[in-house]
T-cell receptor
């Protein structure tokens, strides 16, 4: 149980275009999802917290107009990188909190999406 | 959330126990200790968490000192597949609380044949 999927697993896009990454909780409902970014040989950095049906809360230094987050249902959150630049190339990872199933409030992570902007 | 300190790297022989330490001397009474690991190019995987009592599950054991200022994650019989970065994180709440996970640099555990 507690499986989180991401799609796509990797994507290459041209500079200036937008790319959407999906995060789904497959066997539980998640009122809260989190989006992280990880550059090579660095740790995960939290970008934003996404609550179903409300606006996302962004961490300091993360541009909300560039990284659009939508959490329209209890099992799906999307991250759209708008007007991508090469410096946005990174490993994007989502996680979801299981608050309804076991009630443990644990975060379960997706497998990540490797974004390369050329 | 309290800051944690972990050694940057550790080695372990396959089949032996791996003991990964973590210092969290500024932990508050309502903060839990969580352990996650990240295998290369994958998302982090939850291992175990605890408040003050020692905990054990199918993956590992968590030993928390009585003063809660440090803890040790124990992988009883390490395998090559346990090679990963291990993150010790302290945060508020273990139930419906809201706390965010803040990742430090973690410990790179390398298991040798």
């Amino acid at each position: 149980g507690a499986v989180v999927s991401q799609h796509p697993s990797w994507v290459i896009c041209k500079s200036g275009t937008s790319v959407k990454i999906e995060c789904r909780s497959l066997d539980f409902q998640a009122t809260t999802m989190f989006w992280y970014r990880q550059f090579p040989k660095q740790s995960l950095m939290l970008m934003a917290t996404s609550n179903e049906g409300s606006k996302a809360t962004y961490e300091q230094g993360v541009e909300k107009d560039k990284f659009l987050i939508n959490h329209a249902s209890l099992t799906l959150s999307t991250l759209t990188v708008t007007s991508a630049h090469p410096e946005d190339s990174s490993f994007y990872i989502c996680s979801a909190r299981d608050l309804i199933g076991t009630g443990s409030g644990e975060q379960y992570f997706g497998p990540g999406t490797r974004l390369t902007v050329t | 959330d309290a800051k944690t300190t972990q050694p940057p790297s550790m080695d372990c022989a396959e089949g032996r126990a791996a003991n990964l330490p973590c210092n969290h001397s500024t932990i508050s009474g309502n903060e839990y200790v969580y352990w996650y690991r990240q295998i290369h190019s994958q998302g982090p995987q939850y291992i175990i968490h605890g408040l003050k009592n020692n905990e054990t599950n199918e993956m590992a054991s968590l030993i928390i000192t009585e003063d809660r200022k440090s803890s040790t994650l124990i992988l009883p019989h390490a395998t090559l597949r346990d090679t990963a970065v291990y993150y010790c994180i302290v945060r508020v709440g273990g139930g419906t609380s809201y706390g965010k996970l803040t990742f430090g640099q973690g410990t790179i555990l390398t298991v040798h044949p």
